[in-house]
């Protein structure tokens, strides 16, 4: 098992990657706030600015992942739409000092696991183990 690591921690990867741009994306769309957390992130969240960049054009091209990623951006976010809307410069404080619901810190957890468990990947890619041959082909 060990010697399969690092595809494992590849799909993990992917798996957080693909939330992210889903819900990120889907999150700087939402009709009310969408706006306020895009200019938000573009100054506060180096991170955030890319997923929704990254996540706009995912789900501009499959629409479903739009419709699960708005539904999942606005259960985690809709107790913080009132003060995001009185004051649109913190709303990236709001979303990452608090938690309001189950649904807001899986958002905040998958938020930091695509960056760790991309990393934990490359450095297992890295020591993979690699075929030994002791005989040569003739």
Do not use: C
Request: aromatic share 14%.
């Amino acid at each position: 098992m060990r010697k399969y690591w690092h595809w494992v921690f590849t799909l993990l990867f992917v798996w957080a990657l693909a939330y992210d741009l889903a819900v990120w994306g889907a999150a700087a769309n939402l009709p009310d706030i969408g706006g306020a957390l895009r200019s938000s992130a573009q100054r506060q969240a180096l991170l955030a600015h890319i997923y929704m960049s990254a996540g706009a054009e995912l789900d501009a091209a499959l629409p479903v992942m739009a419709d699960w990623g708005g539904q999942r951006a606005q259960t985690a976010l809709a107790p913080g739409f009132e003060r995001i809307k009185e004051d649109p410069m913190v709303s990236m404080d709001l979303i990452f000092s608090n938690s309001w619901n189950s649904t807001h810190v899986m958002l905040k957890y998958m938020y930091w696991a695509a960056p760790l468990f991309g990393i934990i990947a490359l450095v297992l890619w890295s020591r993979r183990p690699k075929k030994v041959s002791l005989m040569g082909r003739r």
